[in-house]
């Protein structure tokens, strides 16, 4: 089993920076990905961003690129989710992932393990 635990959440203004931290334990070489999802209310889960384990090979959603950046420490234990010019719709629970084995790294329904999430409020 892997266990992931995310922190960081909080209150922040539009244009704002936050960012969110997912530590990973347990039976971690069976993970390739490790990435970030969201869910607003009344909306579906969906992708953010995700880094491979190997190479730091990042990938992101169309509304996450040039504002987030993924990154994780040397030995793969802790990711990282820096957010910075925040908008109002960005406003969502953000939940850390784990992929076991080569699957699309942007469908939640690859990921085989799961934090219990993060809010993150964008005040206007």
């Known amino acids: 089993q892997v266990q992931l635990v995310e922190s960081g959440g909080g209150l922040v203004q539009a244009g704002g920076s936050l960012r969110l931290s997912c530590a990973v334990s347990g039976r971690t070489s069976s993970v390739t990905i490790t990435g970030w999802f969201r869910q607003a209310p009344g909306r579906e889960r969906e992708f953010v961003a995700s880094?491979?384990?190997?190479?730091?090979?990042?990938y992101y959603a169309d509304s996450s690129k040039g504002r987030f950046t993924i990154s994780r420490d040397n030995a793969g234990n802790t990711m990282y989710l820096q957010m910075n010019s925040l908008k109002p719709e960005d406003t969502a629970v953000y939940y850390c992932?784990?992929?076991?084995?080569?699957?699309?790294?942007?469908?939640?329904?690859?990921?085989?393990?799961w934090g219990q999430g993060t809010q993150v409020t964008v005040s206007a």
């Open positions: 880094i491979a384990r190997s190479t730091s090979g990042a």
């Open positions: 992932a784990a992929l076991s084995g080569y699957r699309s790294v942007y469908s939640d329904s690859s990921y085989n393990y």
